[in-house]
């Protein structure tokens, strides 16, 4: 299974972007990548998942490089609501175990 | 679509009591269910993946004989924590995988159980 690795903390602003990256150098031919957010006392929720290029939804976009080493979480116009632990993880293919990292402590301050 | 139900959300018991926490896909029929359990100020830790109508499978330095999963059915699987002592006391989170695919499945978490064991 790919390991990930992200920052441990961010701060940000409300109303700015924030980019999270994540690197997984060992990622395989048939993972996917896949984000989630998780509050405190709640289990995580889904984001976004991608396997390759740009992938776009309601509330977030995700950048992965032609190599798949790496890739990034686009949060537009953060909210106070966002502050959240957000874990990039690689799986999810035939095999379907995910394996979580420390994730990323996100704080949107006003 | 996509819902995970947990019941209870939380619940206290007595040293050496059982405890049964259950898990349902409520708009999917899950091909997997995982469990994970996640202490204070920690990431979530796999303990187990299930597969309707077969035993589970336990990660390394999970006691199988201590967190009972039964996975019954395509939409409920339970864990249960047996003869529980004050150190199982954690955050426990199911997630249900659902196939978007033939190359990728989803998980969907559910929104965890509290145990907290006296």
């Known amino acids: 299974l790919a390991k990930t690795t992200q920052p441990i903390s961010m701060d940000s602003y409300e109303g700015q972007e924030v980019n999270i990256t994540c690197s997984h150098n060992?990622?395989?031919?048939?993972?996917?990548i896949t984000w989630y957010q998780q509050f405190p006392s709640q289990g995580p929720r889904f984001i976004i998942q991608?396997?390759?290029t740009k992938v776009t939804n309601e509330v977030a976009s995700l950048f992965i490089p032609a190599d798949r080493k790496s890739s990034t979480l686009s949060l537009p116009r953060v909210s106070l609501s966002d502050t959240a632990v957000y874990y990039c993880l690689v799986g999810g293919g035939s095999q379907g175990n995910l394996i979580f990292g420390k994730g990323t402590k996100l704080s949107v301050k006003p | 679509g996509a819902v995970v139900s947990q019941h209870p959300s939380w619940v206290i018991c007595k040293s050496g009591t059982s405890v049964k926490i259950e898990c349902r896909s409520l708009?999917?029929?899950?091909?997997?269910m995982f469990w994970y359990r996640q202490f204070p100020k920690q990431s979530l830790m796999l303990m187990a993946t299930s597969n309707e109508g077969s035993k589970a499978t336990y990660e390394q330095g999970v006691e199988k004989d201590k967190f009972l999963i039964n996975h019954a059915s395509l939409t409920l699987s339970t864990l249960t924590v047996t003869s529980a002592h004050p150190e199982d006391s954690s955050f426990y989170i199911c997630?249900?995988?659902?196939?978007?695919?033939?190359?990728?499945?989803?998980?969907?978490f559910g929104p965890g159980t509290r145990l907290l064991v006296l």
């Open positions: 997630s249900a995988s659902r196939d978007h695919g033939p190359m990728v499945e989803t998980q969907y």
């Open positions: 991608g396997y390759k």
């Open positions: 060992n990622i395989a031919t048939n993972d996917y």
């Open positions: 708009d999917f029929q899950a091909t997997t």
